[in-house]
C-alpha cells in the first residue's frame, strides 16, 4: 500500500533556530502534499498545500515566512520551521495523494506518522 | 466555507459491543466525499472507510460500516463487535470532489471497556 514515512519522528531545538521535517512518498508519486499541525486532544489543522515544482498554498493565518514548504520532487516535501519558538511546539503530520490512482481514490490522502516539534 | 461537527467528545463501549458515532457537515456541494479516520496513541491516521456522495449505498469495510445520510448531511459510524484495538480517536472528514482541502471534524474519543 501507499507509505509515508516522516524524519525525524520527534526533534527537540532551541528557541531562534530552524528545524526541517522531510516528508516522503516511499512507493509512489504524489501530485500534491499536505502539512497539518495538530495540538494535544484537538483535530487536524491544515497548514499549506504544495504541489511539485510550485509554491504552496498557506491556509489563512498561517505565516508563510515562518513555515517554509518546499516540494522539490514529486516523492518529497519538506517544512521548515525558521526561527521557531515555544509556541511553535506541535505535532506536525504530512499527508500525500497519490497521482497514479484513478477515480475516487486519487483524492485518498495517506498521512505520514507525525513529527513532535519541542522548542525549549 | 465547509464545516464538520462531531458532537461526541468521547464515547465508552464495551468489548464486543456496536458504538456509533456521530458526524454532521455543511456544504452547498454535491459532489463530495466523506471520511473516517482512526489515530491511535501512535497517532498514525489510518483511513477507516470512505463514501462518494453520489452513491446511495451505505459504505461498508469489515466490522465498519457507515449510516450516510445527504439530506440531512450526516455521515455517522457504527463500529460493530468492537475490539480493544478499536481504542481511538475517531475523525470524520469532508473533501470537496476534485478539491485539495481535508475538512475534519474535532474527533471523538473511542474508550473500548474489556
Known amino acids: 500500500g501507499a507509505v509515508v514515512s516522516q524524519h525525524p519522528s520527534r526533534v527537540i531545538c532551541k528557541s531562534g533556530t530552524s528545524v526541517k521535517i522531510e516528508c516522503r512518498s516511499l512507493?509512489?508519486?504524489?501530485?500534491?502534499m499536505f502539512w497539518y499541525r495538530q495540538f494535544p486532544k484537538q483535530s487536524l489543522m491544515l497548514m499549506a498545500t504544495s504541489n511539485e515544482g510550485s509554491k504552496a498554498t498557506y491556509e489563512q493565518g498561517v505565516e508563510k515566512d515562518k513555515f517554509l514548504i518546499n516540494h522539490a520532487s514529486l516523492t518529497l516535501s519538506t517544512l521548515t520551521v525558521t526561527s521557531a519558538h515555544p509556541e511553535d511546539s506541535s505535532f506536525y503530520i504530512c499527508?500525500?495523494?497519490?497521482?497514479?490512482?484513478?477515480?475516487?481514490?486519487?483524492?485518498?490522502?495517506?498521512f505520514g506518522p507525525g513529527t513532535r516539534l519541542t522548542v525549549t | 466555507a465547509q464545516t464538520v461537527t462531531q458532537s461526541q467528545p468521547e464515547m465508552s463501549v464495551q468489548e464486543a459491543e456496536t458504538v456509533t458515532l456521530s458526524c454532521t457537515y455543511d456544504?452547498?456541494?454535491?459532489?463530495?466525499?466523506l471520511f473516517w479516520y482512526k489515530q491511535p496513541p501512535s497517532r498514525q491516521m489510518i483511513l477507516v472507510i470512505r463514501q462518494e456522495a453520489y452513491k446511495q449505498q451505505n459504505a461498508t469495510e469489515n466490522r465498519f460500516s457507515v449510516n450516510f445520510q445527504k439530506a440531512a448531511k450526516s455521515f455517522s459510524l457504527k463500529i460493530s463487535d468492537s475490539q480493544l484495538g478499536d481504542a481511538a480517536m475517531y475523525f470524520c472528514a469532508y473533501l470537496k470532489a476534485a478539491g485539495n482541502k481535508l475538512t475534519f471534524g474535532g474527533g471523538t474519543r473511542v474508550l473500548v471497556k474489556p
Open positions: 499527508s500525500a495523494r497519490d497521482r497514479s490512482s484513478g477515480g475516487a481514490s486519487n483524492y485518498e490522502q495517506y
Open positions: 456544504t452547498s456541494e454535491s459532489d463530495y466525499y
Open positions: 512507493d509512489f508519486q504524489a501530485t500534491t
